[in-house]
């Protein structure tokens, strides 16, 4: 079956550190580019970070320096290792492909909070 499957989040306390990894099964992974990302409460769902087939990777200037995203293309899995949270980056978080991206799934709740 073609589907995406995401894992980790939870809480974290401010200055915490939290890891998601998202898994494809169905399609050949090393041909598309791989995206987190993310919906805060009562936001729009806004791009996190990218990282190409090529490698090339880019970030929302909101996480710059404290998020890191990697791909693991012989395990069909990529990550983003979410260091220095911050309370602001409390959202529901997707991971997704492109081009033809799935429908966005029910994602994976981090929530930041003392």
């Known amino acids: 079956q073609v589907q995406l499957v995401e894992s980790g989040g939870g809480l974290a306390q401010p200055g915490g550190s939290l890891r998601l990894s998202c898994e494809a099964y169905g399609f050949i992974f090393s041909s598309y580019d791989m995206v987190w990302y993310r919906q805060p409460p009562e936001n729009q769902r806004e791009l996190v970070a990218e990282?190409?087939?090529?490698?090339?990777?880019n970030y929302a200037d909101s996480v710059k320096g404290r998020f890191i995203i990697s791909r693991d293309n012989a395990k069909n899995t990529w990550y983003l290792q979410m260091n220095s949270l911050r309370p602001e980056d409390t959202a529901v978080y997707y991971c997704?492909?492109?081009?033809?991206?799935?429908?966005w799934g029910q994602g994976i709740q981090v929530t930041v909070s003392s």
């Open positions: 997704n492909r492109r081009p033809a991206p799935f429908n």
């Open positions: 990282i190409t087939r090529g490698g090339t990777i």
